[in-house]
C-alpha cells in the first residue's frame, strides 16, 4: 500500500547574533545599498562559537516535535541536509539522534550544498511510500559562516546560519505530490568549497572558503530554475494558477523574481525570508517553509512549490499539499 508523506509539523532555529550590511562595511570594501540592491539581504544570523549544525538542529527539531504533537520515538527516519557538520563522521543526523533521545530510528547526512532540503524530501518521500519509514525528520541545518572568507567582499555578504525542520508522516491524505531533483557535475568551478584537510596533497594550499564566480551562477541559476517550473507543472495535472505559495531558495532577490514570474505569481505569493537570514544554504527553504506555515499564510490543502538551486550544481522541486 502507498502513502502519501503529509507534513505534521515544522520549525527554525535562528543563531542569536545578527550581522547587518552596516557591520560588514565596517569589514570589507561595501556598502549597505550595494548589497541590498545586488541581493536583497540587509543581515545575516551568525551562530555563536559553541553551536553546531546539529545543535541548531535540535532547537529546530524540537519545535517541529512540538508542532506535530508526536513522541520524538515515533520518528524512523532522520535526514539531515547539511555541508557544514561538525564532525566528518557521525553524522549531523545521527548526532542529533542522540541529542533527540531517540532509540531507534535510521540517521543519515545528505550533502547537495543549496538544494540539500529538496534532495531530502524527495529521499523521505520515497521511503514513505515504499513503507520503509512512517515518520520522518528531515532537516536543514547550516554553519555557513564557518566555510565563508570574511576578507572577501563577493561571498562574505551572501550567507548566514540557521536551521530549518519539516516532520513528515505517512497519510491517506495528500502531501507531497511530485520531487525532482537533478544535478550536473560540470560546474565545480563555478562554486566550491575545497576541504583542505582531505584533499588531494597538491591541493592542500586552498582555503576552506566558498568560491565563486557570481555572475556565471547567477545566470545558469535563472535558466535551470525556470527548467524546473516548466518540468514540475508538466509532470503534474497542475496549472501556474493552482500554485498557492512559491517557497524559494533564499539565494538573491533577482533570482526569486525571476522564477516567480515564470509561474506568472505575484511577490506577495513568494515567501521571503532572504532579507534578514542571507543564503542559509540547505536550511533556507525549510526556514521559508517554516515561516509561511507560522504565520498563517500557507494554508491546509493550499498547494506549496518548493524549488532550490545549488553547487554541483544541484537542482529541483517539491510540489506539495500542505
Ligand atoms: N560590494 C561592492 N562591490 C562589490 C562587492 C561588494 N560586496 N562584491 C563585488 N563587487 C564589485 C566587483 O568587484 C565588481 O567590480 P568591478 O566591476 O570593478 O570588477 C562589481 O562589483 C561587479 O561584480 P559582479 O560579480 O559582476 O556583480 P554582480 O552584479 O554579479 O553581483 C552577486 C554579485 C554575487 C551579488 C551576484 O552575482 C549573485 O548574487 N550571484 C548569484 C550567487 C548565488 O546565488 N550563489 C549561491 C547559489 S546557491
Same mark, same amino acid.
Given at each position: 500500500m502507498t502513502h502519501w508523506?503529509?507534513?505534521?509539523?515544522?520549525?527554525?532555529?535562528?543563531?542569536?547574533?545578527?550581522?547587518?550590511?552596516?557591520d560588514l562595511s565596517e569589514m570589507v570594501?561595501?556598502? @549597505?545599498?550595494?548589497?541590498?540592491?545586488? !541581493?536583497? &539581504?540587509?543581515?545575516?544570523?551568525?551562530?555563536?562559537?559553541?553551536?553546531t549544525a546539529a545543535s541548531?538542529?535540535?532547537h529546530a527539531s524540537r519545535q517541529a516535535i512540538e508542532m506535530a504533537a508526536i513522541d520524538a520515538?515515533?520518528?524512523?527516519?532522520?535526514i539531515v541536509a547539511t555541508s557544514t557538520s561538525e564532525r566528518i563522521y557521525p553524522s549531523s543526523a545521527c548526532l542529533l539522534q542522540q541529542r533527540l533521545g531517540i532509540q531507534k530510528c535510521v540517521g543519515f547526512d545528505i550533502?547537495?550544498?543549496?538544494?540539500?532540503?529538496?534532495?531530502?524530501?524527495?529521499?523521505?518521500?520515497q521511503y514513505i511510500k515504499t513503507g520503509f519509514a512512517k515518520t520522518v525528520l528531515v532537516v536543514g541545518s547550516e554553519i555557513c559562516s564557518r566555510i565563508?572568507?570574511?576578507s572577501d567582499r563577493s561571498t562574505c555578504i551572501l550567507f548566514g546560519d540557521g536551521a530549518g525542520a519539516v516532520l513528515?508522516?505517512?497519510? @491517506?491524505?495528500?502531501?507531497?505530490?511530485? !520531487?525532482? &531533483?537533478h544535478s550536473d557535475g560540470g560546474y565545480e568551478d563555478l562554486l566550491y568549497c575545497p576541504n583542505p584537510q582531505v584533499a588531494a596533497v597538491a591541493k592542500q594550499s586552498e582555503p576552506g572558503f566558498i568560491q565563486m564566480r557570481g555572475n556565471e551562477v547567477f545566470k545558469v541559476a535563472v535558466n535551470t530554475l525556470g527548467r524546473i517550473v516548466d518540468e514540475t507543472l508538466e509532470a503534474?495535472?497542475?496549472?501556474?494558477?493552482?500554485?498557492?505559495?512559491?517557497?524559494?531558495?533564499?539565494?538573491?532577490?533577482?533570482?526569486?523574481?525571476?522564477?516567480?514570474?515564470?509561474?506568472?505569481?505575484?511577490?506577495?505569493?513568494?515567501i521571503l525570508t532572504l532579507e534578514h537570514q542571507g543564503n542559509t544554504s540547505a536550511a533556507s527553504v525549510l526556514l521559508a517553509f517554516n515561516e509561511g506555515v507560522r504565520d498563517g499564510r500557507i494554508q491546509r490543502g493550499q498547494i506549496v512549490l518548493i524549488e532550490a538551486f545549488g553547487a554541483g550544481f544541484t537542482w529541483g522541486s517539491v510540489l506539495l499539499k500542505y
Amino acid at each position: 500500500m502507498t502513502h502519501w508523506a503529509t507534513v505534521i509539523g515544522t520549525g527554525a532555529y535562528l543563531p542569536e547574533m545578527i550581522r547587518t550590511n552596516h557591520d560588514l562595511s565596517e569589514m570589507v570594501d561595501t556598502t @549597505d545599498s550595494w548589497i541590498f540592491e545586488r !541581493t536583497g &539581504i540587509k543581515s545575516r544570523h551568525i551562530a555563536a562559537a559553541d553551536e553546531t549544525a546539529a545543535s541548531m538542529a535540535e532547537h529546530a527539531s524540537r519545535q517541529a516535535i512540538e508542532m506535530a504533537a508526536i513522541d520524538a520515538q515515533e520518528i524512523d527516519l532522520i535526514i539531515v541536509a547539511t555541508s557544514t557538520s561538525e564532525r566528518i563522521y557521525p553524522s549531523s543526523a545521527c548526532l542529533l539522534q542522540q541529542r533527540l533521545g531517540i532509540q531507534k530510528c535510521v540517521g543519515f547526512d545528505i550533502q547537495a550544498a543549496c538544494s540539500g532540503a529538496v534532495y531530502a524530501l524527495s529521499i523521505a518521500d520515497q521511503y514513505i511510500k515504499t513503507g520503509f519509514a512512517k515518520t520522518v525528520l528531515v532537516v536543514g541545518s547550516e554553519i555557513c559562516s564557518r566555510i565563508v572568507d570574511w576578507s572577501d567582499r563577493s561571498t562574505c555578504i551572501l550567507f548566514g546560519d540557521g536551521a530549518g525542520a519539516v516532520l513528515l508522516s505517512a497519510s @491517506d491524505r495528500p502531501g507531497i505530490l511530485a !520531487t525532482h &531533483i537533478h544535478s550536473d557535475g560540470g560546474y565545480e568551478d563555478l562554486l566550491y568549497c575545497p576541504n583542505p584537510q582531505v584533499a588531494a596533497v597538491a591541493k592542500q594550499s586552498e582555503p576552506g572558503f566558498i568560491q565563486m564566480r557570481g555572475n556565471e551562477v547567477f545566470k545558469v541559476a535563472v535558466n535551470t530554475l525556470g527548467r524546473i517550473v516548466d518540468e514540475t507543472l508538466e509532470a503534474s495535472d497542475l496549472q501556474q494558477s493552482d500554485i498557492d505559495w512559491l517557497v524559494p531558495h533564499q539565494a538573491n532577490m533577482r533570482i526569486i523574481a525571476a522564477t516567480a514570474k515564470k509561474l506568472g505569481m505575484d511577490m506577495d505569493q513568494v515567501i521571503l525570508t532572504l532579507e534578514h537570514q542571507g543564503n542559509t544554504s540547505a536550511a533556507s527553504v525549510l526556514l521559508a517553509f517554516n515561516e509561511g506555515v507560522r504565520d498563517g499564510r500557507i494554508q491546509r490543502g493550499q498547494i506549496v512549490l518548493i524549488e532550490a538551486f545549488g553547487a554541483g550544481f544541484t537542482w529541483g522541486s517539491v510540489l506539495l499539499k500542505y
